[in-house]
């Protein structure tokens, strides 16, 4: 038992490889205090993909020993290292996939700490001492500062945690490549992810075109604010959109049989960007294409990972003067498994979210 007053630091982890959902509580050492470092009690943890991909171990086996999983946390702040600068006991703050870095080689002077060679993530990780990081399905974390980010008061929690790695997955690179007014942009796929880039690149000024499977989602896809959403099953469905989209964000974590990058690629416009934020199993790459198809408008591929803390501010503060509302179901904990399920099976409209249940914040 922890002293009075001490967070206790307990979670909902995958015990047996062989039942990746089926999770039971476990106390787990956390994090080494630093100086720099923020300790807060968890009051909601998101449920991403990444999660399912980590337990049912598509990315490759999981280390040995439970692991808790969940990067998209907010809580409430309990202790902060004396070096901390503005950040205090008692705040509302979020914490996504990244818990810390080096704080030394170039990426982290510059401020892409989540670009850091040695990033450490929350979850099936280890800490520079050996420690094993544990994940949001828990009462507590810590982290440095710089993976803290403190939430307005307009944003409420449960919409915050899944903001923390699904909205900063898409915002950081909307962001970076200059989606605005002027700008139109196209999200292939709408899904967790892809329900994110609708709603923020709405709010950030630009003609949205939603690409989707069929049309069960196309109505929601319009009331999230795309301004086109089309069939991807319909004949050339690329054809009337050639050399027009300046930025295309893929969320898709899966290249159907068939599936033609080029054809997607088409529709960039000069000096357009393919943005793909979808992470698929080890096994399943990108469709091959020839560097002609790149040749033809000057396009490129590129990718995204997590956002620097910059960014997690830019991303909170829109959500706060735009209301931004992210579509969630919102779950006890305990009820982990049947989020874990739902994701894997394609259920999520449009992400889930879990209330911790394993010890109240106060």
Known sequence: ??????????????TDRSDWSELQVVSFQPKTFGPE????????????GSDVHVLSQS?????DGPVIVGHEIVGKVTRVGESVKDIHPGDRVGVGAGVTSCH?????????????????IALNANYPDGVPTQGGFSTGIRAHQ????????KVESRHAASMMCGGITVFHPLRSNGCGPGKKVGVVGVGGLGHYAILFAKAMG???????????????????????????????????????????????????PGASLPNILSMLYVQGKYITVGLPPADDPLPAIHPIVLA???????????????????????AAEK???????????????LALEGLKAGKARYRYVLRQDIAPVL
């Not at 038992?1 to 995958?14: D, I, R, T, W």
């Not at 923020?38 to 449920?47: D, K, S, Y």
């Not at 990315?59 to 280390?63: D, E, I, M, S």
Request: charge should be negative; charged fraction near 25%; proline fraction near 6%.
């Open 1 to 14: 038992m922890s002293p009075p007053g001490e967070l206790e630091f307990k979670g909902y982890a995958m």
């Open 37 to 48: 470092d923020v300790e807060l009690a968890i009051t909601h943890c998101g449920v991403c």
């Open 59 to 63: 990315w490759g086996a999981t280390r």
């Open 104 to 120: 030394d080689c170039r990426a982290c002077k510059e401020g892409y700490e989540n670009y850091c060679p040695q990033l450490v």
């Open 146 to 153: 710089r993976f803290v980010f403190p939430i307005p008061d």
């Open 206 to 256: 630009a003609e949205v075109y939603a690409f989707t499977r069929g049309t069960a989602k196309a109505e929601d896809a319009k009331r999230m604010g795309a301004d086109h959403v089309v069939d991807t099953t319909a004949e050339a469905f690329w054809k009337p959109y050639e050399f027009s989209l300046d930025i295309i964000i893929s969320t898709v974590d899966h290249f159907g």
């Open 296 to 318: 033809r408008n000057t396009s490129s591929i590129g990718s995204s990972f997590l956002g620097t803390k910059e960014d997690a501010s830019a991303m909170l503060q829109l």
């Open 323 to 337: 209301n931004i509302v992210p579509w969630i179901e919102e779950l006890p904990m305990s009820q982990a498994k």
